[in-house]
Structure formats: C-alpha cells, structure tokens
C-alpha cells in the first residue's frame, strides 16, 4: 500500500492537480487496491479530520483579516512604519519589513500578507525608485513573518495535530523568532540598497508627527495585544479569541475608521469562506492521508532509520530539518503540518528534544518554504499581483531567502529561542 500511496500522490502533483485531491486521490485508490480495510474509512476520515472545536479558529482568524483589512489598516500601519524607518537608507523597504510584522499580528497567513498589504508596500517601492522584481521580492519575503509572529493559522493547524504542545504555547513560541526574521529581513534590505543605490532616505521625522501615526495605527495593534493577553490571562481561549478578533475587527470598520459598510461586509464574508472552504478541504484530505502513513507505521520507520545514523538531538534536529525544507519545496505550508507532523513529531520525545522547539523549527521551516520555488505559494501570489515572472522573481528573492535561512538555523541550533518566552508564561508545551 506504501507505494501505491506515494505513487499515486507524487502522479496528482506531477499532473497538476490541487493538492487537496493528490491527497485524497492517493488515499482512496490505495485503500481500494489494497482492500483489506473498508472504503467508509475515506468518508469517516475526511469527516473527523474537521470536526475539531479548535479548528473553528482557522475560519475565525481569516474572517478577522479580512475585516482588517477591508478597514484600510494598511494606510494607517504604513504611515507608522515610515514615520520609524523611513529615513534610513533603504527605508521603504524597511516600512516594508515592519509593516509586515505588524499585520502579522492580524492575519496570521502568509498569502493573506502577500495579496493585502504586500502588494500596497510593493508598489509604494516602486514609485520610491525601488526595482520592480526586488519589490515584489521583499514583499513576499516580508510575508512569511505572517504565520510566525502570533496569531498563526499554520500553529493552529500543528497544535491540534500533535497534542505535545498547546496554541499559547506555540503562539508564544513565534514572537522572538519572528521578531529575529523581521531583523533578519531588515540587514538584507539595507545592504542590498546600500550596495545598489536603492531608494532615497526620506527627512526624519518628528517625535509629535511619529505619535500621531501611533494613535491612528493603535486600533490595529490591538488586535495581537488583546488575542494574547485573553489566552494568558485565562479570560478566552485560542478558539474564543478567533471570535473575538472578528468582533473587533467589525467595531473596528464600523465605528473607528468608518469604512465598512453592509456591501463591504457581504463581500468579505464570500471571500473569507471561500478561502476556509479551501483550507478546510486540504486540512481533510490531509487526515486522510496522514491517518494512512500512521497504519503504515511510516513514523517509526523514519525514527529508526534516523536513529540508526545518529542519536545526538542537534544532529537529528538538522536532519528533520533537512527533510522538511525538502519536503517544503513540492508541498503547500497546511498539507505539510498534517502529513508530516505526525510522522516527525514523536521524534521530539524520543530523542528528548523540546516540543516547543521542534515545532517552532518545523512551523518556521515550512513557512520558508513558501518563497522556495517550485511550490512557494506566496512566490506565485506575488508573481501573479506584480505581473512578473515567477523565474525573474525566484532569482530577486535569493538574497532575502539566505537570510530567512540563517535565522531557520538559529532557531534550530538554540532551543531557548523558542523556549524562552512561553517559559516566561508557564508554558512548558
């Protein structure tokens, strides 16, 4: 069944089938050509791989980014941004880094940073003389703090696949590394304008003229404050908060910026659930999948070949971690966290390697991966917004992704990067 699983899966993708149906198409013909197990286990996996309490925070949070967004919050967070960086050389893409890491704390997705507010700081790039293929470039590497820096979706997904760690937890977890990615995001930027002659450092600004641009982009940063104190202070969980964010990204719209209306919401209720139905679907065909490799007994084969190379944890460490940028490389952020959690997870315990930090390590390596061609779902997102080429863009974006990448080892290399700040909070998993 193995390898009709695998083969049927790797001919969906090379075919060009979404991956929802490589997965579930993989899934059903291996049970049907194996037979011993009855085919009501597709419907009955695909079923429970959604029914989750927890989950209902997926479709929550890209509801509130939405709403966010349809706010016009992007104005207001760029205007901040530039009133802190834009002086220094290559200070629009630095508005373009810390714009991003701002959002972060809204959205939670990567190709919801990208389509939004990437495209916006793109093209303010663009008229500040910045070249069209490295705008586009820093845009969508500025978009994978989005998943890292809480609330994340992708940490979601990973905590209710493995119940080693909690969503405070992981939320927790994501605010030093995505902190170091934006820093990371930054050095690149300013030696690569530097280098260039890129952009032309705008006239400081006055600290009078900074704390307006806070109060007008107050409302949003809110947001990140309000979801995180609630979780660790007891008052919601993770799931509640989701609802909460929706909530406050409506008075927000309705009563702050003013800018929502009765057309304006409708229209980003259809999108919002067009975007869950989509996420929803690969987290179902997913469970069906990962259910199948957990009857193969995939994870221990995988620990024991591991094992019998090494059993030093930094050295499994980057061997996993080796595994998932390849992994990473062919397959979509959600399908990965499903397929591969649950394969990889148990190695945390077995090689005593804190949960915390084995799963930010996966989450941040998965994340990267969404500007690796040939499958970075954000690399074509913003191909698609710039109306570049996805080669041109692919070689604009190296330089940003080395940087990523220094910081992926980082994370992997010193646990306490993870560890440190959930720890702060009571939060050993």
Not at 186 to 211: C, D, F, K, V
Not at 298 to 313: C, E, M, N, R, Y
Not at 392 to 403: D, G, H, Q, T, V
Request: proline share 6%.
């Amino acid at each position: 069944m193995t390898a009709i699983l695998f083969g049927v899966f790797a001919v969906g993708l090379l075919v060009g089938l979404p991956i929802a149906f490589a997965m579930g198409g993989a899934g059903l013909v291996a049970l049907a050509v194996d037979g011993k197990l009855s085919l009501l286990s597709v419907p009955q996996r695909l079923f429970d791989g959604i029914n989750s309490f927890p989950l209902m925070a997926v479709p929550f949070f890209i509801l509130a980014a939405d709403l966010m967004t349809a706010s016009g919050i992007t104005t207001a967070l760029l205007r901040f941004s530039n009133s802190l960086v834009g002086h220094i050389r290559g200070g629009m893409g630095h508005v373009n880094v810390v714009t991003s890491m701002m959002f972060a704390g809204v959205s939670g997705s990567a190709l919801a940073d990208a389509a939004g507010p990437g495209a916006v700081e793109m093209r303010m790039m663009q008229r500040s003389g910045y070249p069209k293929d490295y705008s586009a470039a820093l845009s969508a590497a500025t978009a994978t703090i989005g998943p890292i820096i809480p609330p994340s979706i992708i940490m979601v997904i990973y905590a209710l696949t493995d119940s080693r760690v909690t969503v405070a937890g992981l939320f927790l977890a994501g605010v030093v590394p995505g902190v170091l990615l934006g820093l990371a995001l930054m050095a690149a930027n300013h030696w690569i304008s530097t280098r260039n002659g890129y952009g032309t450092p705008q006239a400081s600004m006055s600290w009078r003229e900074r704390l307006v641009a806070l109060w007008k982009a107050l409302p949003v940063l809110m947001m990140p404050a309000i979801i995180i104190a609630g979780i660790l202070t007891g008052l919601f969980t993770p799931t509640e908060a989701s609802a909460v964010a929706v909530f406050y990204a409506l008075f927000v719209g309705l009563f702050v910026t003013r800018t929502l209306n009765a057309r304006i919401i409708a229209k980003v209720l259809l999108q919002s659930g067009l975007v869950t139905s989509a996420a929803l679907l690969i987290v179902s065909m997913a469970s069906l999948f990962a259910w199948l490799l957990t009857i193969l007994q995939i994870p221990q084969a995988i620990a024991a070949a591991i094992g019998s190379l090494t059993t030093d944890p930094v050295l499994v460490m980057l061997i996993v971690m080796v595994f998932v940028l390849v992994c990473g490389l062919f397959i979509d952020t959600l399908p990965a966290v499903i397929i591969l959690v649950p394969v990889l997870a148990p190695l945390s315990e077995q090689f005593g390697i804190h949960p915390l930090h084995f799963a930010m390590a996966v989450v941040l390596n998965l994340t990267v991966g969404l500007i690796t061609p040939p499958v970075g779902g954000v690399l074509f997102v913003m191909s698609s917004v710039a109306r570049i080429r996805l080669e041109k863009l692919s070689r604009a974006i190296l330089p940003l992704l080395a940087a990523e990448l220094v910081v992926l080892l980082a994370v992997v290399l010193w646990a306490p990067l993870s560890t440190t700040v959930p720890a702060w909070f009571g939060y050993s998993r």
